[in-house]
T-cell receptor
């Protein structure tokens, strides 16, 4: 069965302390891996789509990378405004939906 | 460009009642999907519509239903509400063509509380 697993569940960082979030997936025939950011009480905000191993995408302090089994979201020199829950998701084989991981809640202290 | 719009944003219902939630997708998007989000279960897929046809349905009881109109707007309905239906209901839209990994954009959600 297709699965998405994110780790760690929670991450507490000091401002400026870089770190990485992990998303591992098991799906045959990957048709994209999606990263979203979700603030409390709001809908997920799209960040990146990665389609093939070796692909990297960046946005401000965030950089997403993809291998054949997992994706990493690197947060470089985070600021308090980067505090959020980060979700990754994949479309299962031949299915019109996204399967989401449980998310990593990042808290950045000033 | 306007994003995905959901109404209402907040609502409180009593057990046994029914509720209808509305969603307007991004202009030009023909696929609309619905998700339920709870602290314990995370984001769970409800159903997906494309050109007024339901293409996929998640593992939810028949009390949960939806439809899509010719202008791509969508509604979902939950009948005979139970306390466990309290959740954030998220609508998302995408271009939806073929089976490629089209990017899905979410609305702000409708917060449903069942008392």
């Amino acid at each position: 069965e297709d699965q998405v697993t994110q780790s760690p569940e929670a991450l507490r960082l000091q401002e400026g302390e870089s770190s990485s979030l992990n998303c591992s997936y098991t799906v045959s025939g990957l048709r994209g891996l999606f990263w979203y950011r979700q603030d409390p009480g709001k809908g997920p905000e799209f960040l990146f789509t990665l389609y093939s191993a070796g692909e990297e995408k960046e946005k401000e302090r965030l950089k997403a990378t993809l291998t054949k089994k997992e994706s990493f979201l690197h947060i470089t020199a985070p600021k308090p405004e980067d505090s959020a829950t980060y979700l990754c998701a994949v479309p299962p084989s031949n299915d019109y939906k996204l399967s989401f991981g449980a998310g990593t809640t990042v808290t950045v202290r000033a | 460009k306007a994003g995905v719009t959901q109404t209402p944003r907040y609502l409180i219902k009593t057990r046994g009642q029914q509720v209808t939630l509305s969603c307007s997708p991004i202009s030009g998007h023909r696929s609309v999907s619905w998700y339920q989000q709870t602290p314990g279960q995370g984001l769970q897929f409800l159903f997906e519509y494309f050109s007024e046809t339901q293409r996929n349905k998640g593992n939810f009881p028949g009390r949960f239903s939806g439809r899509q109109f010719s202008n791509s707007r969508s509604e979902m309905n939950v009948s005979t509400l139970e306390l466990g239906d309290s959740a954030l209901y998220l609508c998302a839209s995408s271009l939806g063509g073929g089976d490629s990994g089209n990017t899905i954009y979410f609305g702000e959600g409708s917060w449903l509380t069942v008392v």
